[in-house]
Every structure is written in C-alpha cells, then in structure tokens.
C-alpha cells in the first residue's frame, strides 16, 4: 500500500509539473509573439511618424510617393466588429436561452449540432457563401452598383461569431444553480421573468466573456470578409468598399517589401494591441460588476 500511495503522489507531482509547464508555454508564445510584432512593427511607425500612421487617411502603398494612413482600416474594423456584435450577439444569446432552458431534448440536440456544425466551417467557406448568397442580395434590395461593402461583411461576421457566442452563453447559462431559477418560480414569476431577471444576471460572467471571444473572432477574421466587403482602402460607409486590418495585412503581404512590408507589420502590431484592449476594457467591467454585485 505504501508503495502504491508514493507512486500516486509521484504521478500527481509529474501531472502538476506537466500543468504548470504547459500554463507558462502558453504565456510564452504569447510572450514571443508580442516581442516578434513590437520589433517587426516598430520601425515603419518610425519612419512613418505615428500620427501620419494612425491618423492618416490615404493608404497607397504602391504609388510613386507611397502613403501609409491606416484611418480608414481601423474605422472599418470598428464598425465592421461593433455591427456584427449587435447582430450577433442578440441572436445567439437568445439561441443559448433556448437551448439551455426551453428547448426539448431531441430539438436541443438539433440544434447543438447545427452551431457545432457552424464552428467547423472553414472561414473561406463563410466568404463564398457570402458572395454567392449575400452580396447580390444586398445589391438588388439597396439598389447599389456592387453588393460587396461593409455592411454584407457585417453579415457576414455576425454568422461567424454565432457559435462562440452560443456555446459559452449555454455554458454559462446551464452552470448558474437550479435553486435560482426554483426560488424565482416559487416567488411567482414567470419563466421569461426567471431568465432574463435572474438566470441572465446571474450568469453574466460567462456571458461577457462569450462576447469577448466573439469580438475577437470578429476582429481577427480575414479571409470571409476580404471576400465580401470589397477590400478598397477607403473610409468606412455602410454600403460602401471597405478594408479592415486583417485584410489590408493579408492582400499585401504576397508581394511587399521594403517600408511597405514593415508598414503590414506595424499594421499587425495595431490589431493586436486592439484586440488585447478589447479584453482588457471586458476583464475589467466584468470585475467591476462583481464587485458592485
């Protein structure tokens, strides 16, 4: 027996180590790759000047006297981010609601599938389902010369961020205590009452975060809306050609060079403090809440 118990407490100890070291890799290659972009990104904003970077709104990089103004891309991925979360978000809360609390087993399971299908989707998929089904829609309703603009890739976003918002919400949902949901009855509300006056609030940790992995997700996608937003550095309008970040950074790469090619990299480097920001301004509101909760 007590060579058992040591062999247990050895195994528990290798375990443990094997934990912890795989926790700080992970902060290692994020570690790696914020050290790689801030020394990749670094020199065109100095070249450059980080107000004509930041502020300027012509971005020609090929032209004879080429200008580096990425304005318009931030702008676009601010509206591009904020709209699909508005659409987005709504949508899949509610779904989660559905599937956690009120859909039927054999439905639920349906459904489950469905949004597990929706994760698995390749995004150059989403991007060609958007073009084939969604730009000549937006085109022939608004009556536009061309359908591939801001607000298809708002669509388009708000779809992909559906499954990330949907299974970390039923998540969430699912582990705030029946006795919640039971005492709200028993009170005499209703079961629409329970859910958005109690469960909701109750569980609003898990759903703040399921609204940062969709941000992110939102943010960081490149392929899907390159295909259906047009890809035109110009400043961002509803139904007008747009560029975000990650497609100014992934059109251009193939063939850069030189300050252009530093120019992406500096670009990389602002989406990446954009996307830390996002989570950082989340992290912060979420303790907050709990702490005047």
């Known amino acids: 027996m007590e060579k058992v118990k040591k062999t247990v407490k050895w195994l528990e100890k290798i375990m443990n180590l094997l934990f912890l070291a795989c926790g700080l890799l992970t902060i ?3 570690i790696l790759i914020t050290i790689f972009l801030v020394i990749s990104g670094i020199p065109a904003i100095r070249n450059i000047g980080i107000f004509d970077f930041l502020c300027g709104t012509v971005w020609a990089s090929t032209a004879a006297e080429p200008l580096y103004g990425i304005l318009p891309f931030i702008l676009t991925s601010v509206y591009g981010t904020c709209g699909a979360i508005l659409i987005g978000v709504p949508v899949g809360l509610f779904c989660a609601v559905f599937l956690a609390k009120m859909a039927p087993r054999k439905i639920g399971g349906a459904v489950r599938n469905v949004v597990d299908l929706l994760a698995g989707i390749p995004s150059v998929v989403y991007g060609l389902a958007g073009m ?3 730009v000549p829609y937006v085109r022939e309703v608004f009556h536009l010369p061309d359908g591939a603009n801001l607000f298809s890739a708002i669509l388009v976003l708000a779809v992909m961020i559906l499954p990330s918002v949907i299974s970390v919400s039923e998540t969430a949902i699912r582990a705030v205590p029946e006795e919640y949901e039971e005492a709200s009855l028993a009170l005499g509300a209703t079961k629409t009452e329970t859910v958005f006056k109690v469960i909701l609030p109750a ?10 992995l969709g941000t992110g997700r939102a943010v960081g996608e ?4 390159m295909m259906v937003a047009g ?6 309008k509803l139904f007008g050609s747009v560029r975000f970040l990650t497609t100014a950074v992934a059109s251009e790469m193939s063939y850069s060079s030189g300050l252009q090619r ?14 830390m920001a996002i989570n950082l301004i989340l992290g912060v509101m979420t303790k907050r809440r709990e ?3």
Do not use: E, R, W, Y
């Open 132 to 134: 084939i089904l969604i």
């Open 262 to 275: 530093q120019a992406l990299f500096s670009i990389a480097l602002v989406l990446f403090l954009f996307i």
């Open 222 to 225: 490149a392929m899907a809306v």
């Open 28 to 30: 290692l290659f994020v």
């Open 203 to 212: 569980a609003k940790s898990g759903i703040v975060t399921a609204i940062a």
């Open 231 to 236: 890809n035109v550095a110009n400043m961002p």
């Open 291 to 293: 702490q005047n909760d």
